[in-house]
Every structure is written in C-alpha cells, then in structure tokens.
Nanobody
Framework: QVQLMESGGGLVQPGGSLGLSCAAS????????MGWYRRPPGKARELVAF???????NYADSVKGRFTISRDNAKNMVYLQMNSLKPEDTAVYYC?????????WGQGTQVTVSS
C-alpha cells in the first residue's frame, strides 16, 4: 500500500523559514508528479507547487520567489523550502504525488506563521 508522510510543520514568525519533507513508501513503480497543496483556515485547498519527474516546476503566484520545491527520486521524497513566510501562508500543507498513475495525498502538516 502506498503512503505519503509529511514532516516539518510548525510555528514560525513572519519573515522566517521552514522546510517540509514528504516521503513516499510502499509498492512504488512510477512517480510522475510530486507537489504540495495547502488549505488556509476557512478556505479551499490550493496548489502551492509541483515538480514533474522531468524536472518541470510550477508555483502559485503567491509563493513565487519565496518557496522552492525539490525532490530526491532515489529516496522517493519531495521537499518544500519556505522562506520569507507571511501570516497568509498559515495553512495545513498536504503532500501530493501521482504514484503508479494514481493520485495520493499525505495526512497534512500544520504551518502557522505568527508573531
């Protein structure tokens, strides 16, 4: 059974940095897209960034220049480095991956940006 497990959330002050990690495990034959979504309080889930197996990236306009997505294909992991964090980045962050041509989601990790 395929699973995604996030780590790295927490509380950070505005202007600070935080890194998220996500590990895929199980019977994995192919991983195409890996990425991150988030659900701010009271709002719908939204795309943060994704990275294809071919190296193509896409970022939400709100995080461009501040967040960086990367992945380690050998370890089946995806990372999100978040810099210059703002209160509006507060959300539950979800890892996403297309594994064996099916979509999978992590359980989510809370990121709170507050002074």
């Amino acid at each position: 059974q395929v699973q995604l497990m996030e780590s790295g959330g927490g509380l950070v002050q505005p202007g600070g940095s935080l890194g998220l990690s996500c590990a895929a495990s199980g019977s994995i034959f192919n991983i195409n897209v890996m990425g991150w979504y988030r659900r701010p309080p009271g709002k719908a889930r939204e795309l943060v960034a994704f990275l294809t197996s071919g190296g193509n990236t896409n970022y939400a306009d709100s995080v461009k220049g501040r967040f960086t997505i990367s992945r380690d294909n050998a370890k089946n992991m995806v990372y999100l480095q978040m810099n210059s964090l703002k209160p509006e980045d507060t959300a539950v962050y979800y890892c996403y991956a297309q594994i064996n041509y099916f979509p999978y989601w992590g359980q989510g990790t809370q990121v709170t940006v507050s002074s």
